[in-house]
């Protein structure tokens, strides 16, 4: 019984679009040896140049594989005239707009359309095609799926997990724990064991005091029991045959971390939207997650189909599949991160620094309702509590990069008598066993623009045209000379003025500079320099300097102070040899 997928969807009853099939093949015609390799202990048979790309085991290959292409699972007709039925945009009666407003901030999107659209609607299939011919072994590991949630919409939370239960194999589901970060709304208390103990797989954890989504996946993973951890957020819709392809690479080798396709639900109508392909999730100072489509060069060169896996340097954060014993070995999480953020940035980092690798696989793909606003509050600050679990990341991770991160806005998180990120022993001791994060850069994210100062070499001011020099520790004017060392110095991320380590600094209107040790904590050695056009050195508004002043040569060349801004005066013109972008 091998009936193309075309011809399944054509015979069945009109309103059902998805059924239960697998497809299974003795030996996969389209799978052709090309090459042996061992993968993860295991001899494998390579079928495309890469083995990223489709591997298969010789003994399976023989014994049988299948396709993939497990439909829904539901059974059961659906009611097609359902709204929002099949991932359609549904709308709000002009009658319900009033009560559709009122109830949108419960989860800051359409909360009373969600509440009219079937919990088990079906969405449109939104694989490419080629994800028909990719096979899986028989012997996939088993999962643990974890949703955590604070406050989650009923008719959201219950839609996801019917979207497991109905579009995943129920041998591969160990388990599904919902892990309840002490949510306040009546309805997901008695009501949700109820409704959940028809469904024998499903266990729900109450966690006593508000722990963040961070802490809350820990106690999720503590007690799964499953081969794999797989964490989904408690918004979502998971698409037919999403399961497989992610056990299959972490099956592959354990220490691949498989992430489906993000789809979109629309927060204003509910409906299920394909995304672009060939997204990749990366990051862009000061460590902002950010979806960036490989470029059309790499996908050609490469010749990239639609479903190959796309490695990732930085996943979204809330779907994945991870092998359990390696999640633990990678340390978990960091456990001082609270509330939400940072922890995307924190795993990916240790993952592939760690020796792991991360990859969105195209053929498996998951809807999810993007909010513009959390819905549940903060404990805490919103923005504090992020900047917080940030700096913590940039403090373990980013080696000297961390500069680019504070240097990027944050230059109040230094201050640590301000921000307490609190203690990094653990982490940094963990971290030790790890690749630099100038390999990661160069190796999974070589695309990434991070010049470690901002300008370097002689600094040439317009007025007298000679250059700053160093003369037994203090400031001088010199002709230019760039084989001099003594003229180098660097403009960095911290704003300093320096060379090696020492700093350009001043003290107020009038004063002579000197050089002071650097310090990235003291706000009085900054100095703002935005670029060789409007070459200028401010220095920056400080207590000690409420106004902001601008170092001037004497027009002589022989003395340099501080003096009133004139956007003007090329006196006050200072211009570095050579400009970094990014
Ligand atoms: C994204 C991720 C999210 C997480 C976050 C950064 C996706 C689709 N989502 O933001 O998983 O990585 O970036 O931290 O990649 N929750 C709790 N306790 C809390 C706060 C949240 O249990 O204190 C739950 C929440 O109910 C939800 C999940 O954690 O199920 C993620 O939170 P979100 O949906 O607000 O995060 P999102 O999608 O904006
Ligand atoms: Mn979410």
């Not at 219950?158 to 306040?184: A, G, W, Y």
């Not at 990341?393 to 640590?416: I, N, P, Q, T």
């Not at 100095?527 to 000690?544: G, M, R």
């Amino acid at each position: 019984d091998s009936k193309t997928k075309e011809e399944v969807l054509d015979s069945l009853e009109p309103g059902i679009q998805e059924s239960f099939i697998k497809y299974k093949v003795a030996v996969d015609p389209t799978v052709k040896p090309v090459k042996k390799d061992v993968l993860n202990g295991k001899e494998v048979v390579v079928n495309i140049k890469d083995k990223q790309i489709n591997a298969v085991d010789k003994d399976v290959r023989n014994t049988g594989v299948h396709k993939v292409l497990s439909l829904d699972m539901t059974q059961a007709p659906r009611d097609a005239n359902a709204i929002g039925q099949f991932g359609q945009a549904a709308m709000v009666p002009s009658d319900k707009e009033q009560e559709a407003r009122n109830r949108w901030n419960e989860g800051h999107f359409n909360v009373y359309l969600s509440d009219q659209i079937p919990v088990d609607r079906a969405i449109p299939d939104t694989r490419p095609n080629t994800c028909s011919e990719s096979v899986v072994h028989d012997d996939l590991p088993t999962t643990s799926v974890i949703f955590c949630f604070v406050d989650e919409v009923w008719s959201t939370l219950l839609r996801s997990v019917h979207s497991v239960l109905n579009r995943s194999p129920p041998h591969l589901i160990k388990e599904i724990i919902l892990v309840d970060d002490f949510s306040t709304k009546e309805y997901l208390k008695d009501h949700l064991d109820v409704y959940m103990s028809q469904f024998p797989k499903v266990r729900i954890v109450r966690l006593q005091e508000r722990q963040g989504l961070i802490r809350a996946r820990l106690a999720g993973a503590t007690i799964a029991k499953g081969d794999v951890l797989t964490f989904l957020d408690s918004h979502i819709e998971c698409n037919v045959g999403w399961l497989e392809p992610l056990l299959e690479r972490v099956y592959m080798d354990r220490r691949k971390v498989a992430c489906p396709v993000i789809e979109v639900i629309s927060d204003k109508d509910m409906s299920y939207v394909l995304v672009d392909n060939f997204q990749r999730g990366v990051f862009k100072w000061p460590l902002v997650f950010w979806w960036s489509r490989l470029s059309e060069d790499i996908i050609k060169k490469n010749h990239i189909k639609d479903s190959d896996p796309i490695r990732c340097p930085i996943m979204a954060g809330g779907l994945f599949s991870i092998d359990k014993k390696y999640f633990y070995e990678l340390g978990s999480y960091d456990p001082g991160l609270d509330v939400w953020g940072g922890e995307n940035m924190e795993i990916s980092f240790k993952i592939w620094m760690c020796g792991g690798e991360i990859e969105i696989i195209p053929c498996s793909r998951v809807g999810h309702i993007f909010r513009a606003a959390n819905p549940y509050k903060f404990p805490k600050d919103r923005q504090k509590t992020v900047e917080r679990n940030l700096a913590r990341v940039a403090e373990v991770w980013l080696d000297e990069y961390k500069d680019l991160f504070y240097g990027h806005g944050y230059y109040h998180l230094l201050d640590r008598s301000v921000i307490d990120i609190g203690n990094l022993t653990d982490q940094i001791e963990f971290r030790k066993k790890c690749k630099s994060f100038k390999w990661y850069l160069d190796n999974v994210y070589p695309d990434m623009v991070a010049p470690l100062v901002k300008a370097e070499g002689l600094v040439f001011n317009r007025g007298v045209r000679k250059c700053l020099a160093l003369q037994k520790g203090s400031l001088a004017f010199e002709r230019c000379d760039l084989s001099k060392l003594s003229q180098h110095f660097n403009y960095t991320w911290m704003r300093h003025v320096r060379q090696k380590d020492v700093c350009v600094t001043a003290q107020g209107k009038g004063s002579r500079l000197a050089m002071q040790p650097c310090d990235n904590t003291k706000p009085q050695l900054r100095w703002l320099h935005k670029d060789s056009n409007s070459a200028l050195v401010e220095h920056l508004v400080t207590e000690l300097a409420p106004q902001r002043l601008c170092l001037e040569a004497g027009a002589l060349g022989d003395s340099m102070q501080l003096k009133e801004c004139e956007p003007t005066s090329p006196y006050q013109k200072w211009q570095f040899t050579h400009y970094h972008t990014g």
